[in-house]
């Protein structure tokens, strides 16, 4: 069973930091992905980074490149997203997700397991 908690979620005003975090258990393969991905209402869900846990590898959306860094815990059962220098648009509920591949993009395709989502909200 794999499950994914999202934690973390605050209100915050622009140009502030935050860090989620999600806890990871049950995703036990030959390759373990998690990324993190954020939907506002009436908006798409898209991807805004994700990490191959067994090389620590790392992906982000241009839109959070240079602000934002995923990364794990030693026990890799963590992951977290430090979101530096947020902005209005950075709003949205802010869902953990995990896929078993040995690729790992950001567009929605293939991501199997997702978490509860947890609500971020930047504001002037």
């Known amino acids: 069973l794999v499950r994914l908690m999202e934690s973390g979620g605050a209100s915050v005003q622009t140009g502030g930091s935050l860090r989620l975090s999600c806890e990871v258990s049950?995703?036990?393969?030959?390759?373990?992905?998690v990324g993190w991905f954020r939907q506002e209402p009436g908006k798409q869900r898209e991807g805004v980074a994700r990490?191959?846990?067994?090389?620590?590898?790392?992906d982000y959306a241009d839109s959070v490149r240079g602000r934002f860094i995923i990364s794990q815990n030693n026990d890799k059962n963590r992951i977290f997203l430090q979101m530096n220098s947020l902005k209005s648009e950075d709003s949205g509920i802010y869902y953990c997700?995990?896929?078993?591949?040995?690729?790992?993009?950001?567009?929605?395709?293939?991501?199997?397991?997702w978490g509860q989502g947890t609500q971020v909200t930047v504001s002037s």
């Open positions: 049950g995703l036990r393969y030959n390759y373990q992905c």
């Open positions: 997700a995990a896929r078993n591949d040995a690729v790992c993009p950001l567009d929605l395709d293939g991501w199997r397991y």
């Open positions: 990490i191959f846990m067994r090389s620590g590898n790392t």
